[in-house]
C-alpha cells in the first residue's frame, strides 16, 4: 500500500516566505519549506495496481498552464478543536478545472469519488490543543499575506509517509500542464 495525493508543488521562494511566519503558536508543528504544497486531491492508501492505473489517468490529464495566487491565512477547526493553520490560495476556474480532473482520473482508476468540498490552501502547520488566543493573534498578523503570480506548469503524484516527526512527501510522477487540443471543426 501506499498513500498518494495529487498537489503543486510551491516554488522555493514563495516557500521561504511562508516559513518566515513560521512562530507564535507554542503548539504548532510547522511545516518544513518542503512540505508546503497545494493538495489537488487527496486519494488515500492504494495497492500497487491502483497507484499505477491512478499513474496513467493523470498523466492523459490535459489543462493549460495558469497562474494561481495566495492569499489570506486561516485556520481549521474552532476553539480548542483548531487542528491546522493555513494559507489561503485564491480560487480561480484554472485551478477548479485542475483539481476536477484530478477527481475525473481517480475515479476512473477505480476510486471512490471525494466527499469533501475542494477549499485549495498551504497547510502551514498541525495544531493540538493550541491556545485558540495565539492563533487569533497569528491570523490577525498575517491576514494581508498576498504572493506575486505563481505560474503552474505542472503538478505531482506525491506519496506520504507518516513518522512521528510529521509527514513525509516524495514526488513520485511528475505531469506537465498542457493546451487541451481543439475540439473538432
Known amino acids: ?4 495525493f495529487a498537489a503543486l508543488a510551491l ?11 513560521q512562530s507564535g503558536v507554542e503548539a504548532a508543528r510547522w511545516r518544513p519549506p518542503e512540505a508546503l504544497h497545494i493538495t489537488l486531491r487527496f486519494f488515500g492508501d492504494l495497492r500497487e495496481d491502483l497507484a499505477r492505473d491512478l499513474d496513467a489517468e493523470l498523466a492523459a490529464v490535459t489543462v493549460a498552464p495558469f497562474e494561481i495566487e495566495l492569499s489570506g491565512v486561516g485556520a481549521f ?13 485564491t480560487r480561480t476556474p484554472a485551478l477548479s478545472r485542475l483539481a476536477r480532473a484530478c477527481e475525473r482520473a481517480a475515479r476512473r482508476a477505480g476510486l471512490k469519488p471525494e466527499s469533501r468540498h475542494y477549499r485549495p490552501h498551504v497547510t502551514l502547520a498541525y495544531l493540538r490543543h493550541a ?3 495565539e492563533v487569533a493573534a497569528w491570523i490577525q498578523a498575517n491576514n494581508l499575506l498576498k504572493s506575486p503570480p505563481i505560474a503552474v506548469d505542472r503538478f505531482g503524484l506525491y506519496s506520504s509517509r507518516r513518522s512521528k516527526e510529521g509527514s513525509f512527501y516524495r514526488l513520485e510522477a511528475e505531469y506537465p500542464l498542457l493546451t ?3 475540439r473538432g471543426p
Do not use: N
Not at 1 to 4: G, K, Q, Y
Not at 11 to 21: F, Y
Open 1 to 4: 500500500m501506499i498513500r498518494l
Open 11 to 21: 516554488p522555493p521562494e514563495i516557500a521561504a516566505g511562508l516559513v518566515r511566519r
Open 77 to 89: 477547526g474552532e476553539g480548542r478543536d483548531i487542528h491546522a493553520i493555513w494559507a489561503g490560495v
Open 131 to 133: 491556545d485558540p488566543a
Open 180 to 182: 487541451p487540443p481543439p
